[in-house]
């Protein structure tokens, strides 16, 4: 058993917000107070005014260094997000150094990037030595691999042989995510030397709802909930009480579906075995958390064709590479929608109207598919969709989307009509407006289905890019469909 965890204070998200106007208004007024002291000093002694911006910088810095010191270090990392580059590397400099590499753990990845580039070999080796061996693997693969060399050098045998199997297993592992701080007894000993043994740490680990039993082989046997440890007498047996089917995880499961399974069975943590059932780790519900949290940031990133997660203060040049990929697409899709319009100029010359409405039918489609799409994203995400439920999914969202356009294509359609009512064209319209959108919401459905589905079959993630595809498909498809139904009416 290592020692565990230094207790950390709840985060409230609210203060966070108010530390960040607070750090933002100090250094506005630092800013401020420097501009006023270079004009009114201009071109008096240059030692007197370096020694007087000395001293408003070193006050206005007390003042931010204490504010940092009584933040989460998530509360730090937070302002440390919000802030441009430049501030932020002021405000880094500004924390201690003990507390590095616990924000280095809690900043996104493209900020901890900036942060790592602003610090030397001595710095990052000091800040990855205050993290226990299980954050320590998560920020290995971002440090300079002489710098985590070191590290490990400095490990007892241990910490060791824990880090590198933590760093063993791929990205998005439980492996990758399990906790090695737990508490592990054996099933022939009463609950009150269970009590007593506990009571010699100075605090359990992090989210201890339940301390393992162990075999003499070193296998997990089942669990005692610190519920049960409590209520029952002391001197009563640990196999007596003890919780033996208990829901276990292995180091290569995804951590995805692990999570499902936490959110399912109220899981606060979970053993974490080897093929021979003996205990590695567990898995815990704060990296639950940080893993549902990942994804849905990773999934809006991905809907909107971003590649990866955007330092809020990046570069121009490195915002606009992260966007060029869907952005080209994009302009492919515009084309392709621009030459289907084109195929049908003369329609459009001969009947002016049909360039106001087919906007409409594009949009409404696009709508439509996108709640179908968004659907089947979050039931793909939870694995409620497979081989034997698809053809009835496909069935009823087809239902929805001819309902809709029965219902919506006849308001529409009723709409375009009362609008050109004068004309000749009037009816035509009308009806050209209703099949067009009954027809487009249909194909919208199936692609709002098709696309996640593709690409969870070829191994992609079913949220990546599916917007853009989207809206390719339902405003091509719109006005193919409302252009040729009017050539086929008009002429």
């Known amino acids: 058993m290592t020692e565990t965890k230094h207790s950390r204070s709840i985060r409230d998200p609210e203060a966070a917000q108010l530390a960040l106007v607070e750090v933002q208004e100090i250094l506005a007024r ?4 420097l501009n006023l002291l270079h004009r009114e000093h201009h071109g008096v002694d240059s030692d007197r005014q370096s020694l007087v911006e000395q001293l408003v910088v070193k006050q206005q810095s007390a003042a931010l260094q204490a504010r940092l010191d009584h933040l989460h270090p998530a509360d730090v990392a937070y302002i440390l997000e919000a802030l441009p580059r430049e501030e932020r590397l002021v405000i880094w400099e500004l924390v201690r150094a003990e507390r590095d590499g616990e924000i280095l753990v809690e900043v996104s990845d493209a900020v901890r990037e900036t942060l790592i580039a602003s610090m030397d070999r001595d710095e990052l080796v000091a800040a990855a030595e205050t993290l226990d061996t299980d954050d320590l693997a998560a920020l290995a693969q971002d440090l300079p691999e002489e710098v985590v060399e070191e590290i490990s050098e400095g490990l007892s045998i241990p910490e060791r042989e824990q880090l590198r199997t933590a760093m063993s297993y ?4 439980v492996g990758a995510r399990m906790d ?12 009150e ?11 359990l680990p992090d989210h201890t709802d339940q301390v393992f039993v ?3 082989s070193q296998k997990l046997i089942g669990a005692l909930p610190i519920s049960k440890l409590l209520v029952h007498e002391p001197d009563t047996l640990v196999r007596e009480v003890m919780v033996e089917e208990v829901m276990n995880l292995h180091p290569h499961d995804d951590v995805s579906e692990a999570a499902q399974a936490f959110e399912r069975y109220d899981l606060v943590s979970a053993p974490v075995l080897d093929q021979h059932g003996g205990l590695l780790g567990r898995l815990t519900v704060d990296e639950v958390v940080d893993v549902i949290r990942e994804e849905g940031e990773q999934d809006v990133f991905a809907q909107a064709g971003l590649r990866e997660e955007e330092d809020l203060f990046a570069s121009v040049w490195e915002s606009a590479k992260n966007r060029w990929l869907w952005l080209a697409l994009n302009l492919c899709t515009a084309f392709f929608a621009s030459r289907v319009i084109g195929a049908f100029e003369g329609t459009i010359e001969k009947v002016v109207a049909l360039a106001a409405l087919m906007p409409i039918v594009a949009g409404i489609a696009g709508n439509s598919s996108n709640q179908t799409m968004t659907l089947f994203i979050r039931s793909i995400a939870l694995g409620q969709v497979n081989a034997k439920n698809a053809p009835r999914l496909f069935a009823k969202e087809f239902g929805i989307a001819g309902l809709n356009g029965v219902v919506w294509g006849s308001i529409a359609g009723l709409f375009a009509w009362w609008l050109y009512r004068e004309s000749d064209q009037g009816l035509t319209l009308g009806l050209t407006m209703m099949l067009a959108m009954l027809l487009n919401l249909l194909l919208g459905a199936l ?3 098709l696309v996640p589905l593709t690409l969870q079959r070829m191994g992609r993630d079913p949220a990546i890019g599916s917007s853009v595809l989207l809206t390719f498909s339902t405003d091509s498809m719109g006005f193919f469909l409302f252009l040729g139904l009017a050539t086929l009416f008009f002429t």
């Open 30 to 33: 630092q800013k401020l107070e």
């Open 170 to 173: 791929p990205e998005g592992s």
């Open 180 to 191: 090695f701080e737990m508490v592990t007894i054996r099933d022939d000993v009463t609950l």
């Open 193 to 203: 030397v269970v009590l007593r043994y506990l009571r010699r740490f100075d605090a």
């Open 214 to 216: 162990l075999n003499h």
């Open 447 to 449: 692609i709002g289905i």
